[in-house]
């Protein structure tokens, strides 16, 4: 049984920075490529970061791209996103999802998803 745990999640103001933990078990994380994913209230779930199996790339939405970083640790079987100057318009629950193929932008892409950890940033 495959299970995605994220944590991190939290109030801070803007301008602060989070860092997200999502933790793989159940299956082979070195396996897989791993995304993140955020959704507002009323809105879309959107991609955020995706790293590949090796963590040799990365990609970025572009409205996060040199705020945001993603990281992986494959001996821990965790992903990480590095969340600096933090806007309010990133209040959204972040998921992570796993991947069996490569990095995707969209959600059909990944073959397992978190429960989702929420972030809130105050103006």
């Known amino acids: 049984q495959v299970q995605l745990v994220e944590s991190g999640g939290g109030l801070v103001q803007a301008g602060g920075s989070l860092r997200l933990s999502c933790a793989m078990s159940g299956r082979t994380f070195s396996r897989y490529a791993m995304g993140w994913f955020r959704q507002a209230p009323g809105k879309e779930r959107e991609f955020v970061a995706c790293?590949?199996?090796?963590?040799?790339?990365?990609y970025y939405a572009d409205s996060v791209k040199g705020r945001f970083t993603i990281s992986r640790d494959n001996a821990k079987n965790t992903v990480y996103l590095q969340m600096n100057s933090l806007k309010p318009e990133d209040t959204a629950v972040y998921y992570c999802?796993?991947?069996?193929?490569?990095?995707?932008?969209?959600?059909?892409?990944?073959?397992?998803w978190g429960q989702g950890t929420q972030v809130t940033v105050s103006s």
């Open positions: 999802a796993a991947s069996i193929s490569d990095c995707g932008y969209r959600m059909y892409a990944y073959n397992y």
């Open positions: 790293i590949s199996r090796s963590g040799g790339s990365t």
